[in-house]
């Protein structure tokens, strides 16, 4: 029995059955083991017993049910979040990348008790499950099955869920556990978003279970909503309000109370397991393992803060370890060899032990190289030995593993080190590189494109994307960890750090910055190096007994370039005493190298500390210096020499005469301490030296230039002391705990400090030396080797001068900072000790908003070349990029870093070495240097530069200071500027004079000018160029710019190509023009009348320039707006010229009475409580009475509650627009630009957006340019994703942007910025003609009119844009084979759109043309996902060439009426094969489309030319819809003598019109063999077999002409297509041959629009002559000039052309027989008209002539009277 029952336990525990029924197998199980079972003590009793005693089958451990069902939760998140995100991707929409979960919160709730646990993938098996600030590692497994395989706690699981509506159900092994959901029936949620219509219960009322309680309205449908228990319900939200799914609608207030279980929340910690199946504490495992783990957090899966750092931080650690281990790799050759061996030969398995084993015992040793070299050796060698090639391939595939661990090694353990570390960054490179180009959906979309067959791909991409802030976190680690110890870098890390360095995306900012610091630290010689220089350099100047200075050496110190301040100080400090007072002098000498020091004098105090002090003068450009006789710059290496260095006291100067003390001249003491303590000890002492210091200077004389801060002078004495004191610390105190030190001593000494006349008191606080720290981080690096400065100033009051805080007051007057003192400064810590970098606030009015923040970047260039004085141009080529990198770098940190917004930062370079060279030669290298870094220079807001050069034209002539100034507003135009500093002789004051012919703005101003503090204009021009888009008033200074970049290939540009006038509203809402300064406008609206002067019409064009201004309320659209731009298009209309719109607006304009916003009450339902609803709005007597006047509103008076009261009835605002009247005007001027497109040239260019209105001015303006980021809107993405209540469209540029509006035709052309829009709007003008009276501008052409085409359209498909513009030669290189139009002058519009047509415009010749030519290639049309609806799919429907779809007809038609518009005549490039005729095309309108190519052409006003091109065919429907009678005025036909028109192609005639039994009787004619066999059958006496035969041979013979005869039916049918019959019939005018029709059509053009001019002047002389009246009198006209033997050159259009050009000049001398003639026809056209007139009312014919005898002169009258007289009788004549 106990067998049975334990096989029977056995096999129920085996059994899994899986179902949505339960079953008894584990209660069984329970059953069985129970001891009355076993004993077999059971009665019928027993089982209702243990019902009664609730006796429940057994239940896994809870934590492991918790954790378990965690898990599976999370695990079908996961499942799910992956596979929609898969789904939408194959489907070509963009989800966004938040919604590919890696971290999914679970609640359970178990036995009353609720489980809050987080779930994170730390790799695509490893889960960790974190709960409480505790956290679990376990391994997950999916089965095929749908269960997980889990490894918990050393133990491994299978598991499986059932989700059911209300629990979850784990079952783990054969036990299972029921997790409820939360689940509270008092409260009562909307099911989806909606609206709420109603309640049906009153508020309070009652409900049963199952009754409805609410409508609520989703998507225009009525839901019910219904209680799940009764109760009495409560209102939350009130009828009418917005609902969101899962939001709370009402509240329960329950009649059993009970039902309603709140479960408590369980706060403990997870139980400690042993870690995750036991991997090893082996090396190598190690490393294994952590890599993997960070290969995986590159891939995407981290955990969520606050594991993620230390986790991350002790896996770097650990791999660093590992890395340096030199047993790693000799751990992983054992590994492999033991798996190995026995597969490899025992002599090779020998030799590579040995190798193992002696590297082994010699592994501490530093010289031992792991020894791949020699393994690899080993192999080689033997494989050598193996002759048959499948044992060599055995011997390979088995030594496989040891080839590639001894190549990771080849390099040793470093190589191998840096080799892992690079691969991580690498990964995360490839990842990141993705995503720096533009908007996430933009990249998305091109990672679609490169992987269009593995979406898994594009979806791993951005699933690690989403993680950048936590990779970003790990790659600064490895950085630091790969570079923090070692400066030195390789090839291959500078490469990727300096792809790193490139990611220009702020979420990878930190990443590039970290990569910059290191690339900037890896230039510095190192600290080390540096120190022991100097050392041997102090050395080698003191002689052996230390008493001799050699000067030369120490000279080169003070002078050298490289930076020494920060190693100087440590020599302070040095065991030799002469160094000591060697290192103080050079710090000396060097800090006030600018200045003119007159002596330098040691001693010591009595503790034998060295003093040095010294006497200077202020230079004369600094600040300080008044107006005073300058005293001779004696220059400062003859000094030197003058002392000779003697050691204790140097020879005093002349300048030391005590009578006269200038004012400028300063005393300073410098002196040194191991600590602040001994400094404080010695403090008496140390004031003492300035005791005896020269007679005080009389009372300090008004300074010319005020000093940095505007010191209330007081007739007191100026104090003239400097005190510099050197401390070194080596604890270590931040910068604050410092600085707060020093002012508590200096406070207290503030007196005596005052009395022995201390102006400034510096401590300089030498870091500790390096060289004793081993390990120390790339931060403390980068910062901590200079010594700080703490600057007290005695007009501070001994406050410490924050500006100068780690600056050496004496440099600080070169870098100008007095010219700053229009900002409050703070200075920002810089990596790079040459930058000195400060955020400048401008100083605002107490209590007004600073809103302008700056960067000023500041730098000193000093010399390094110790041999020369001179610098070379080179150097400060070379130097300045350099410090300009420099300078981005640290801007890009600081920038990133803080807080507020800044804009118009500034960099200023101060060079102090002399160049020889041309200032002119600056300009040129600046420009360039600046062009490569536009982008990044504009990106950090960088727009204006100084630099600042002393300049040597020869090397004999004397110095000049030259300031540079650069200045970069619009970002599309660098202004540069050069001056020289100049003295001016009356007052002394140094000045900016212009340097060479352009005179800058600074010209005649003080060098110490202040800059300026942002304008207006520039604040607006910061807000427009934020958006994306350029400031209003820039785009004149761009049209300005482009115009010379259309100038720039031919010569004599003029110099004003440039002239407008701004179109203004008067206060009676007329236009009138005036100039006002940039940013004068008072609406969001302004316009130009701009006069151009272009290559084709040098004279000048008028255009009408009108531009949203984003600045003024967003650019949104008012009546004023509207008017403006009613006005000036109706003036560009009256005038005909074109109209251009630059679209940067945000629609029709919104907005509130505001007076009545400030004052309105609201009359509650119950006053007690709000959220029952109101029932009006009202006013109270008092505020009505304020109002009433202004007619801002209209009330009803009621009498509630006790008072009076005026109730809202309408709001009409006392302001105008912002309601209805802004639609009104709104359309207005739609109606106006419709009207505009109709009678002028139009042309809109979108940037930054068009939204509403805006979006349809230019749609009816038609042609649309694009900029590239900007987008074309009516609704925006966040209101539709309101509307459709979750995050669907990502940005507006997703629904209008380019990728939109260029693919259906809107934009005709986008373009990447602004200037480039301006361009193309003018190379479009550049076709048209200057207003809509003129004739097209026709410009003379380098091209030859009578050259031969070289491209030859082909019989396969080819780009028909090689026929219009030509294309490189195929075959030979730099050759151009040349199209139909002159070189370079087709330009394509509408490319993306309808792309089997091809439209543009050209030259033929110079003259501008609209063209239309056909693709005969294959296209795709790609249909983008909509992701509105989520089953919508991105789809790719291909066109074949040759055919009209509903789209590309849309375009032809949509072509043919711009250019008409355009005034441009038009060709047609003809090679249709019919319209596409499927049912979806049928569906989509192709019948509509086609029509309108009719419609258009018809109503074409200039010359039409269609030539059908060399193997181009027009067939069926096509040639209908352009057929010249459609228009015979203006379009005419032309055929190549290759191409072929019909109705049907010739394979479709045959099958129709020559079917098989015409092929058969055409046989039967035509082949012999045929026709006797046919004749044998038609005889009657043959025998049945001889019959049957004859028909097998007929059969076989058909079958074998058939398809030969095929073809010549077809060549049969071809030719009733040829250009030959077409003209027989009079359908086309004339056979062209391709390589001369360029000569051709060019003539033929010319004399249509010659005619054109000429049939124009004839109508306007007689308006009721048909046309062809008027060709045969042209032609009757040539005769009569020419004689009538030429009569045949009537058909040659270069004569005819030639003819008219002669008789249309105007020039007198030569008779027009044209204008003879037409003067006769104007005569007779007014007599006829006269006579008619008279005839048809004869009571006026007396009143004429009375009215006209009065207005002629005697001797007419006199005439007429005979006439007259003549006429009654006739006799006497």
């Keep these: 029995r106990e067998e049975a029952i334990s096989n029977m336990v056995v096999a129920l525990k085996e059994l899994s059955i899986r179902g949505d029924f339960r079953t008894t197998v584990e209660y069984l199980i329970k059953l069985l083991e129970t001891e009355s079972f076993q004993h077999n003590s059971i009665d019928t009793g027993w089982l209702d017993r243990l019902i009664a005693e609730k006796v429940q089958a057994e239940r896994p451990d809870t934590m492991l049910g918790v954790v378990c069902g965690a898990l599976h939760v999370a695990d079908v998140s996961f499942r799910n979040s992956v596979s929609n995100f898969l789904h939408s991707l194959e489907r070509g929409q963009v989800l966004p990348a938040h919604t590919l979960l890696n971290t999914v919160d679970v609640e359970l709730i178990y036995e009353g008790k609720k489980y809050v646990l987080k779930v994170t993938r730390q790799s695509p098996n490893s889960y960790v499950v974190i709960m409480n600030g505790s956290c679990v590692e376990v391994d997950v497994h999916r089965l095929s099955d749908g269960g997980l395989l889990l490894s918990y706690d050393g133990s491994s699981y299978t598991t499986y869920m059932k989700e059911e509506v209300d629990r979850y159900r784990i079952t783990i092994g054969n036990k299972t556990c029921v997790f409820e959901k939360e689940n509270d029936p008092s409260i009562l949620r909307s099911p989806s978003a909606g609206k709420l219509i109603q309640y049906v219960v009153e508020d309070g009322g009652h409900v049963f279970a199952g009754q409805c309680f609410a409508e609520i309205e989703v998507m225009k449908m009525v839901m019910t909503l219904t209680a799940v228990e009764s109760g009495c319900i409560h209102y939350v939200k009130r009828p009418g309000a917005a609902l969101d799914p899962g939001c709370v609608i009402a509240k329960l207030q329950l009649d059993d109370p009970s039902r309603v279980q709140q479960a408590e929340l369980h706060t403990g910690t997870l139980p400690k397991i042993q870690s995750t199946a036991l991997r090893g504490e082996k090396l190598h495992r190690v490393f294994h393992y952590v890599l993997d783990n960070l290969v995986n957090v590159m891939n995407g899966y981290c955990l969520p803060e606050p594991f993620f750092n230390s986790k991350v931080k002790d896996w770097v650690e650990r ?93 040793g353990i470093r190589g191998h080190m840096k080799a892992v570390v690079m691969d991580l960054l690498r990964q995360y490179l490839k990842v990141e590189t993705q995503f720096q180009q533009g908007h996430y959906d933009k990249c998305v979309f091109a990672l679609r494109e490169e992987n269009k067959s593995d979406m898994n791909a594009v979806l791993n991409y951005i699933f690690s994307h989403a993680q950048v802030t936590k990779k970003n976190l790990l790659v600064t680690m490895l950085i630091d960890q790969l570079c923090g110890r070692d400066p030195t870098l390789t090839d291959e890390l500078i490469n990727i750090l300096t792809e790193l360095t490139q ?50 050496n120490l000279q080169k110190l003070i002078l050298s370039e490289t930076s020494i301040f920060d190693v100087l100080p440590n020599f302070f400090y040095h065991s030799n005493q002469v160094v000591r007072m060697a290192a103080l002098e050079v710090y000396v000498r060097r800090a006030y190298i600018a200045y003119e020091l007159n002596s330098v004098q040691h001693r010591q105090l009595k503790d034998s500390t060295c003093v040095v002090e010294f006497q200077f003068m202020l230079p004369t450009s600094h600040p300080n210096r008044g107006n005073i006789p300058t005293l001779n710059r004696m220059s400062f290496s003859s000094n030197l020499n003058h002392y000779g260095m003697v050691h204790v006291a140097s020879v005093s100067d002349v300048l030391l005469d005590n009578s006269f003390t200038p004012p400028c001249q300063r005393m300073g003491g410098m002196v040194s301490f191991r600590t602040f303590e001994d400094f404080v000890r010695l403090f008496d002492e140390v004031m003492g030296c300035f005791c ?33 004191v050197a401390i070194k ?46 390990y120390y981080e790339v931060d403390q690096r980068f910062h901590r080797e200079f010594p700080k400065f703490f600057t007290f100033r005695a007009r501070d009051k001994f406050e410490e001068d924050r500006i100068y805080r780690h600056l050496e007051p004496a440099l600080a007057f070169q870098l100008e900072l007095n010219r700053m003192r229009n900002f409050d400064l703070t200075a920002i810590p810089c990596a790079n000790h040459k930058m000195h970098l400060y955020l400048g606030a401008a100083k605002v009015e107490a209590g007004a908003e600073v809103t302008d923040y700056r960067f000023f970047v500041r730098a000193i260039i000093r010399h390094s070349d110790l041999v020369t004085k001179e610098a070379s141009f080179e150097y400060l080529q070379n130097e300045g990029e350099r410090l300009l990198l420099e300078a981005m770098d640290e801007l890009e940190v600081a920038f990133n870093n803080t807080s507020v917004r800044t804009d118009c930062n500034h960099i200023f370079l101060n060079f102090v070495p002399t160049v020889v060279m041309d200032p002119s030669k600056i300009e040129e290298s600046v420009r360039s240097m600046v062009m490569r870094y536009g982008r990044r220079l504009w990106k950090l807001r960088v727009l ?247 007619n801002s509103v209209h009330c009803e008076h009621v009498e509630e509650a006790g008072e009076s009261r005026y109730v809202i009835t309408d709001i009409i605002g006392k302001d105008e627009g912002f309601g209805v009247e802004n639609l009104r005007a709104s359309g207005t001027i739609a109606g106006e630009s419709s009207l505009a497109y109709d009678e002028i040239v139009t042309i809109s260019m979108v940037t930054c957006r068009a939204i509403g209105i805006g979006a349809y ?151 501008p043309v609209g063209v239309i030519a056909v693709e005969t290639r294959t296209v795709e049309l790609t249909v983008p996902a909509d992701p509105a609806n989520p089953e919508s799919e991105a789809k790719i429907i291909p066109q074949a060439g040759q055919v009209w779809f509903p789209d590309s007809a849309f375009k032809t038609a949509q072509a043919i009426r711009d250019f008409d518009r355009e005034g441009l005549p038009l060709l047609i490039f003809a090679n249709w094969r019919g319209f596409s005729g499927g049912m979806k095309d049928m569906y989509d309108q192709v019948l509509k489309f086609g029509a309108y190519i009719v419609d258009s052409l018809r109503q074409f006003k200039q010359p039409a030319l269609v030539y059908i091109p060399p193997h181009a065919e027009l067939r069926g429907g096509s040639w209908v819809v352009i057929d010249p009678t459609i228009n015979p005025l203006y379009v005419e036909l032309y055929a190549d003598k290759e191409s072929r ?35 044998q059958l038609d005889s009657q006496e043959l025998s049945k077999e001889a019959r049957k035969e004859l028909e097998k041979q007929l059969k076989a013979r058909e079958d074998h002409l058939l398809p030969i005869f095929h073809q010549v039916a077809v060549q049969f049918a071809d030719l009733h297509d040829t250009p030959g019959r077409m003209q027989e019939k009079g359908v086309i005018t004339d056979i062209l041959q391709w390589k001369n029709s360029r000569t051709f059509f060019y003539w033929r053009l010319r004399r249509l629009l010659l005619e054109e001019v000429a049939k124009r002047e004839i109508l306007n002389a007689h308006s009721e002559l048909s046309n062809s009246h008027i060709q045969s009198m042209l032609r009757r006209w040539f005769l009569e000039t020419e004689g009538a033997v030429k009569g045949y050159l009537w058909d040659n259009n270069q004569v005819v052309v030639e003819w008219l050009e002669k008789h249309l000049q105007e020039e007198d001398g030569t008779k027009s ?25 004869p009571e006026v014919a007396m009143d004429c002539i009375i009215h006209m005898t009065q207005h002629i002169t005697q001797a007419q009258r006199a005439q007429i009277a005979h006439l007259l007289a003549t006429m009654d009788n006739p006799a006497s004549s």
């Design 1257 to 1407: 001015l230019v749609r009816l303006g038609q042609r649309v340019i694009q900029v590239e980021n900007s987008h074309i809107i009516l609704t925006g993405a966040g209101a539709l994703n309101k509307v459709l209540g979750r995050e669907v469209y990502t940005s507006n540029n997703q629904l209008g942007g380019v990728q939109i509006m260029a693919n259906n035709g809107v934009s005709h052309v986008t373009v990447p910025d602004d200037f480039e829009g301006v361009y193309i709007i003018l190379q479009w003008l550049s076709y048209m003609p200057k207003d809509n009276r003129s004739p097209v501008p026709i410009t003379a052409t380098s091209d030859p009119i009578e050259r031969e085409i070289d491209f030859v359209p082909s019989k396969a498909p080819y780009d028909p844009r090689w026929m219009l513009a030509g294309r490189p030669h195929p075959t030979v290189k730099g050759l151009w084979q040349s199209g139909f139009f002159d070189h370079g002058t087709f330009s394509e519009i509408l490319q993306s759109w309808a792309q089997t047509v091809v439209v543009g415009r050209a030259r033929l010749g110079g003259i």
């Design 1541 to 1575: 028109g019909g109705i049907l192609e010739a394979e479709g005639t045959v099958e129709i019109k020559f079917r098989r039994k015409d092929l058969l009787k055409t046989i039967r004619r035509i082949d012999g063999t045929y026709a006797r066999i046919a004749q």
């Design 944 to 1190: 204006q530069a100084e630099v600042k050069i002393n300049i040597r034209l020869m090397p004999t002539t004397p110095v000049i200071p030259i300031r540079l100034f650069l200045t970069d507003e619009s970002g599309y135009y660098l202004d540069i500027s050069l001056y020289k500093e100049v003295t001016d002789p009356q007052t002394g004051n140094i000045m900016f004079q212009s340097y060479g012919d352009k005179q800058g703005p600074l010209h005649g101003m003080l060098i110490n000018t202040p800059y300026v503090t942002k304008d207006l204009l520039q604040a607006k021009r910061f807000q427009a160029q934020s958006l994306g888009t350029t400031y209003v008033y820039d785009f004149l200074e761009m049209f300005r710019q482009a115009l010379f970049k259309m100038w720039d290939s031919t010569e004599g540009c003029p110099k004003d190509v440039l002239t407008y006038t701004e179109l203004v509203l008067d206060s009676q809402g007329q236009l009138v023009e005036m100039n006002r300064l940039p940013g004068g406008n008072e609406i969001g609206m302004v316009a130009f009348r701009m006069k151009l002067k272009t290559p084709e019409y040098p004279g000048g064009r008028e255009i009408v320039v009108i531009c949203n201004d984003i600045t003024y309320q967003i650019g949104s659209f008012g009546p004023e707006e509207d008017l403006l731009f009613l006005h000036a298009s109706e003036l560009a209309r009256a005038k005909g010229i074109p109209r251009i719109y630059i679209a940067a607006n945000s629609g029709a304009r919104i907005g509130f009475a505001d007076e009545i916003k400030q004052m309105f009450q609201v009359a509650w339902v119950d006053p007690a409580d709000p959220y029952k609803g109101f029932k009006y709005l009202y006013l109270t007597p008092q505020d009505y009475t304020k109002i009433s006047s202004m």
């Design 503 to 552: 990611l220009s995306k702020t979420t990878n900012a930190k990443v590039a910055l970290r990569a910059r610091q290191v690339l900037i630290a890896s230039h510095l010689p190192s600290y080390e190096l540096r120190h022991n220089q100097v050392e041997s350099i102090f050395l080698s100047a003191i002689d052996m007994y230390g008493h001799q200075f050699c000067i030369e």
């Design 692 to 724: 005896d210091s020269p007679p005080q200077s009389p009372t300090f004389p008004e300074a010319g230039h005020p000093s940095l801060y505007d010191e209330d002078k007081s007739a007191r004495e100026e104090p003239i002391h400097i005190l510099n």
């Design 1713 to 1737: 027989a044209i204008r003879e003639n037409i003067k006769y026809l104007k005569r007779d056209y007014a007599l006829k008209h006269i006579r008619n007139l008279v005839q048809e009312n």
């Design 319 to 411: 791999l660093m370890k590992t890395l340096r281990d030199p047993s790693l790799p000799l751990l992983e050759l054992q590994d492999i060899m033991t798996s190995v061996s026995g597969r490899i030969p025992p002599n090779v398995e020998k030799s590579i032990k040995k190798e193992m084993a002696q590297y082994a015992s010699n592994i501490t040793s530093v010289l031992c190289q792991f020894p791949s070299q020699q393994i690899a050796n080993i192999l080689d060698s033997h494989a050598a030995t193996l002759n048959r090639k499948s044992e060599r391939e055995v011997f390979f595939m088995n030594t496989q593993s040891i080839v590639q661990l001894v190549q990771r090694y080849r390099s």
């Design 729 to 774: 610390t080596d604890c270590d105190i931040d910068d604050e705990g410092l600085a707060a030190m020093f002012r508590e001593f200096t406070q207290s000494k503030k007196s005596v400090l005052i009395d022995h006349g201390i102006r400034r008191l510096t401590f300089l606080v030498a870091q500790k030396d390096f060289r004793k720290q081993v």
